[in-house]
């Protein structure tokens, strides 16, 4: 049995440790599934704030001729938590799976229930940007997008997120270093700026390229020609995408697979 059908062996396995999940989060929670709406919506007040009245960032106009910033963060500020929340929430649940050492299932069951829940999160996310947008009259068939750019982000993270949770259970100091590394990704992400306005060369390097190939931009980019620019990406971007969201999630896979056969005596 490959690990592909093993894993599909275990789906009931999966879609209940998702459902354990769901239900943990907002267990003796008033405001229930609500929540999830609250979070992000908190987070885009801050950085609204912060970035468009302190720092009075200023948005490239929307398809429709408007500009307005929480509609221009949000745009990626959802990606990012996609992408965040897969990966970590990786490592988190291979660390906590002391189950593994009862009972016998494929280690990756975990962090694919996590990254159902993720995905949840952010078709909800994505379903509040694309209703706000057709209330503004911002709407076009570049909305089409939106399921692509879910499956390359999620690809792309639980191929990254599935190798550094092996890897954590072996050095802890992974899960760490990873936080701190989470944390310099976000900034150096153009999610609460617009790339624009990063310097083409800083310290004699061509720093906005730099910063554009990163892939998280590119996916960002993507949702905000989607939903905010109502644009098609460039034929470069979408193969190039493509061809890293599938090689990262291969090479992911296979570091998880050959790494995590003897994983229940580490944890």
Known sequence: MTAVTEIWAYRSLIYNLAQRELRARYKKSLLGWLWSLINPASMLLIYSVVFGVFLRQTPPPMGNGTDVFALYLFA?????????GTVMGAIAALQAGGLLNKVYFPPACPAIANTIT????????????????????NVSITFLLFPLLLVFVT????????ALSVYNIYYRDVGYLVGILMNLLFYATPIIYPLSIVPEQLWGLPMRR???????????????????????????SFLGVIL????????????????SRNITEEL
């Open 155 to 162: 690809m792309f993270a639980i191929g990254i997120g599935l």
């Open 118 to 137: 993720v995905v949840l999160q952010a078709i909800i996310e994505g379903a509040i940007l694309a209703l706000v947008m057709v209330i503004i009259g």
């Open 210 to 236: 730099i910063i554009s190939l990163n892939p998280i931009s590119q996916f960002v980019e993507w949702s905000r020609d989607a939903f905010y620019l109502l644009q098609w990406p460039s034929l470069s």
């Open 244 to 259: 890293t969201s599938v090689v990262t999630f291969v090479v992911g896979w296979s570091i998880f697979v050959r790494k």
């Open 76 to 84: 990626g500020l959802y990606v990012w938590n996609l992408f965040n």
